[in-house]
């Protein structure tokens, strides 16, 4: 498993619960934002586009398989801009920065038959049909402290279950992040940084 903790959101599970039931319809663009300032030399250092790479696994984990269609970023890459076009033909947008100040987390999902929109930092995620009529509006209880200890669980149960790791991952569905999982990540973080460079 590799750290991507963001699966185990409240927000995150209930969107991939509705996506997987079907409820907006065939998913047709999305946006997911990760903006929150910092100024710590290590993270300046390496860039947005890696230390921020939770919302690329989110996308991936949401809408799947996906390529780099365009990227930019600043000078300092201390904001970036990722264009996805998923396997799906679904397309998908990743805001990362550094910037901002009041600190924005989240996504929204646009699909045929309605919208999924998910507050990560205040834990709130709106099922919404195409009349803008709200068929969810559901608070999560957990923490990022109660995340990690999520995901920390599922790996120790992973190790402790290997001869049966298939079996059971089927029948409670995979949520940790696969190595193969997160070199997807990787692939599309090595393509964002590519077109940023050619730019």
Not at 26 to 48: E, H, I, M, S
Not at 159 to 172: A, G, I, P, T
Request: charged fraction near 30%.
């Amino acid at each position: 498993m590799v750290g991507y903790n963001l699966r185990f959101h409240f927000c995150v599970k209930k969107a991939k619960e509705w996506l997987e039931e079907g409820l907006i319809g065939k998913p047709l663009w999305a946006r997911f934002t990760c903006a929150q300032f910092n100024d710590k030399p290590d993270y300046l250092r390496d860039g947005v586009i890696l230390n921020w790479s939770h919302e690329l696994d989110l996308a991936l984990y949401l809408l799947g398989g996906a390529r780099v269609v365009a990227a930019a970023a600043s000078g300092l890459e201390d904001t970036s801009d990722i264009i996805l076009r998923h396997d799906n033909h679904c397309q998908s947008a990743v805001h990362l920065d550094y910037v901002t100040r009041l600190e924005r987390r989240g996504f929204i999902i646009v699909g045929t038959d309605g919208c999924i929109d998910g507050d990560l930092v205040n834990r709130q995620v709106i099922l919404r049909n195409n009349l803008a009529d709200i068929k969810e509006n559901l608070g999560g209880r957990d923490s990022w402290d109660g995340n990690y200890l999520d995901e920390a669980r599922e790996f120790l149960y992973r190790l402790d279950n290997m001869k049966e790791q298939m079996v059971c991952m089927e029948r409670r569905g995979i949520i940790g992040c696969t190595a193969e999982d997160s070199t997807q990540v990787v692939d599309i973080c090595l393509q964002a940084k590519e077109y940023v460079r050619g730019s």
